[in-house]
């Protein structure tokens, strides 16, 4: 088997971090328990193609880099000045690093757990709904 290998991922075992891949162009040969090679808990998705390495003795110990994209799965904003991390559900991350600019993209609410600082301006383009306490200096 060739180091570098382009797969199918077949099924996920996410207790352990690794994914069972099949191999199409090797009589569909299925491997379980690919370690996924990542700095971030993102598993691919079932039907995903992605790019696999193996150690030199075979395919005893490999590691799947993850999914690339193609075709099928093109960039979500193509822009080299642009930092992506696009979710399953359609949350975006966007950065850029031109601008340096963050914008986070949701369908649906965004919650966070901590308190908010801000030493800018505070814009709402919306309504602005407090359960708690409203409190501060009012400068004119």
């Known amino acids: 088997m060739n180091n570098i290998r382009v797969g199918i991922v077949d099924g996920l075992n996410v207790q352990k ?3 069972r891949v099949t191999f199409p162009d090797l009589d569909d040969t299925v ?12 598993f691919p998705s079932v039907g995903e193609s992605v790019v696999c390495i193996f150690l030199s003795n075979g395919t005893e110990e490999g590691y799947c880099i993850g999914p690339y994209f193609n075709d099928e799965n093109p960039p979500p904003i193509p822009d080299e000045n642009k930092y992506v991390k696009q979710f399953k559900d359609g949350l975006v991350f966007e950065y850029d690093l031109k601008l340096k600019k963050l914008t986070i993209s ?3 609410d965004i919650t ?10 505070l814009i709402v383009n919306g309504n602005l709904t407090v359960t708690g306490v409203i409190s501060g200096t009012i400068l004119g």
């Open 17 to 19: 971090g690794t994914i």
């Open 31 to 42: 491997l379980d328990d690919i370690a996924l090679l990542s700095f971030e808990q993102s």
């Open 106 to 108: 949701a369908e649906n």
């Open 112 to 121: 966070i757990h901590s308190d908010i600082a801000t030493n800018g301006n």
